[in-house]
């Protein structure tokens, strides 16, 4: 079963640009790579999805490479309300041969003024 | 407008209760799961249903039955409850099931308290 590895937890300061990488060594051949941001007591927020190479929205980056084996959540020049905890979703075909789900243990963010 | 909600939002019992969460989209979308947040903020999936049919059942106790009557809503139905199932309990939907898309949207949770 695949294992997603994220960081415990990261420190910034506003207006920096924060990465954030997440480690998946057995992600399926099909499967986009899901970022999402949760803030205390609220559900996860769908933040970026992608393949591969490099895709870009409104909020932020994410970068693949060519192995797929891990991704990296760019926010750029981070504001104090980007304080959550972040989490990379991926799936992989289990010992059973069926499609899992694997959420990462999960990035919690710190901005500091 | 909510798009995904969950009832209710917080729910104290006894160990040995019964118990349900319901949850309702009003996306129109197709797929449904259910989430297990524990303390240390792991989520981990529980089932998930398309149109109606269950389509993720991870390795959960039958205490935990899922019920889907139609394609907008996913009641979670629980027996027994134990301590260990003490969490927070999150519904989502996506537009469609289609293995590596996985666009998803959360509800609020339902945060579980078994005394």
């Known amino acids: 079963l695949a294992k997603t590895t994220q960081p415990i937890s990261m420190d910034s300061y506003e207006g920096q640009e924060v990465n954030i990488t997440c480690s998946h060594n057995n992600i399926a051949t099909n499967d986009y790579i899901t970022w999402y941001q949760q803030f205390p007591s609220q559900g996860p927020r769908f933040i970026i999805q992608?393949?591969?190479t490099k895709v870009t929205n409104e909020v932020a980056s994410l970068f693949i490479p060519a192995d797929r084996k891990s991704s990296t959540l760019s926010l750029p020049r981070v504001s104090l309300s980007d304080t959550a905890v972040y989490y990379c979703l991926v799936g992989d075909i289990g010992a059973d041969s069926s499609y899992k789900l694997i959420f990462g243990s999960g990035t919690r963010l710190l901005v500091r003024p | 407008d909510t798009a995904v909600s969950q009832t209710p939002k917080y729910l104290v019992t006894q160990m040995g209760n019964d118990k349900s969460i319901k949850c309702e989209q009003n996306l129109g979308h197709d797929t449904m799961y259910w989430y297990k947040q524990d303390s240390k903020k792991f989520l981990k999936i529980m089932f998930s249903?398309?149109?109606?049919?269950?389509?993720i059942n991870e390795t959960v106790p039958n205490r935990f039955s899922p019920k889907s009557p139609d394609k907008a809503h996913l009641n979670l139905h629980i027996n027994s409850l134990e301590l260990g199932d003490s969490a927070v309990y999150f519904c989502a939907s996506s537009q469609e099931w289609a293995e590596g898309y996985n666009e998803q949207f959360f509800g609020p949770g339902t945060r579980l308290t078994v005394l």
């Open positions: 249903y398309n149109n109606k049919e269950l389509i």
């Open positions: 992608g393949y591969k």
